[in-house]
């Protein structure tokens, strides 16, 4: 798993994804320095991120089903937390 920031959103979403689909791989890259100044930026440090998850529960499933695993198990920091959040969801096999 990587890690690329080390904030309690970043934590947060690693954790969630974590519990929910048991990934084989996990990188959750914080780009909100990306986005400084912009719009949804609210000065946290935490507000855009990026992560790439593979995981046997994706297995069978079209993208925006698998997108939509993600979006449950981070619900509640979409809504508070996190102004945008880009992903990459593949099975096991499945090219990163």
């Known amino acids: 798993m990587t890690q690329t920031a080390t904030g309690p959103i970043q934590h947060a979403i ?7 689909l048991s990934p084989t791989h996990l990188d959750v890259i914080n780009e909100s320095a990306q986005h400084r100044g912009h719009a949804g930026d609210d000065g946290s440090g935490e507000s855009h991120f990026r992560v790439v998850v593979e995981s046997p529960a ?34 096991p096999g499945e090219p990163r």
């Open 58 to 91: 994706f297995a069978g499933l079209t993208r925006v089903a698998r997108q939509r695993l993600v979006n449950q198990a981070l619900a509640d920091l979409l809504r508070d937390h996190v102004h945008a959040l880009a992903m990459k969801t593949v099975a």
């Open 14 to 20: 690693a954790a969630r994804l974590t519990d929910a």
